[in-house]
């Protein structure tokens, strides 16, 4: 019961000590850093391009085009469909590019932190 008492306490007052940065939290910042960019905009470019494409297929699938007053849906549809899909197979490889600028960019600091530990 004692320790079960301590372990919560020390577990509060933890929450509300200055945390001492280490050279490995560092590490892990500065990877984050690198990679945050490229990931953002993945999900974000991946995002659009599925609702894009999926606004093409309601086009083509739904009356949703007579709704808004388009006579004939289907080829505003599929046009829109294809550059939804062109949008989606372009996210990945710009990600790849985008990751491997900001790797190249913070390659020194990082090789030079993690060296720097593993010597340790």
Same mark, same amino acid.
């Given at each position: 019961m004692n320790n079960d008492k301590n372990f919560i306490a020390q577990n509060i007052r933890a929450q509300y000590t200055a945390k001492e940065i280490t050279e490995l939290d560092e590490l892990r910042a500065l990877d984050a850093k690198a990679k945050r960019p490229a990931n953002v905009f993945a999900y974000v470019f991946g995002s659009i391009s599925a609702i894009v494409m999926g606004s093409?297929?309601?086009l083509v699938m739904t009356d949703i085009g007579a709704t808004i007053g388009i006579a004939n849906a289907m080829v505003p549809g599929i046009v829109v469909g294809v550059i939804g899909m062109a949008m989606? $197979? $372009?996210?990945y490889p710009i990600y790849k590019k985008m990751l491997a600028e900001r790797k190249a960019k913070? &390659?020194?600091? #990082? #090789? &030079?932190l993690s060296e720097k530990i593993m010597n340790k």
């Amino acid at each position: 019961m004692n320790n079960d008492k301590n372990f919560i306490a020390q577990n509060i007052r933890a929450q509300y000590t200055a945390k001492e940065i280490t050279e490995l939290d560092e590490l892990r910042a500065l990877d984050a850093k690198a990679k945050r960019p490229a990931n953002v905009f993945a999900y974000v470019f991946g995002s659009i391009s599925a609702i894009v494409m999926g606004s093409g297929m309601s086009l083509v699938m739904t009356d949703i085009g007579a709704t808004i007053g388009i006579a004939n849906a289907m080829v505003p549809g599929i046009v829109v469909g294809v550059i939804g899909m062109a949008m989606a $197979l $372009l996210t990945y490889p710009i990600y790849k590019k985008m990751l491997a600028e900001r790797k190249a960019k913070h &390659a020194k600091e #990082i #090789i &030079a932190l993690s060296e720097k530990i593993m010597n340790k």
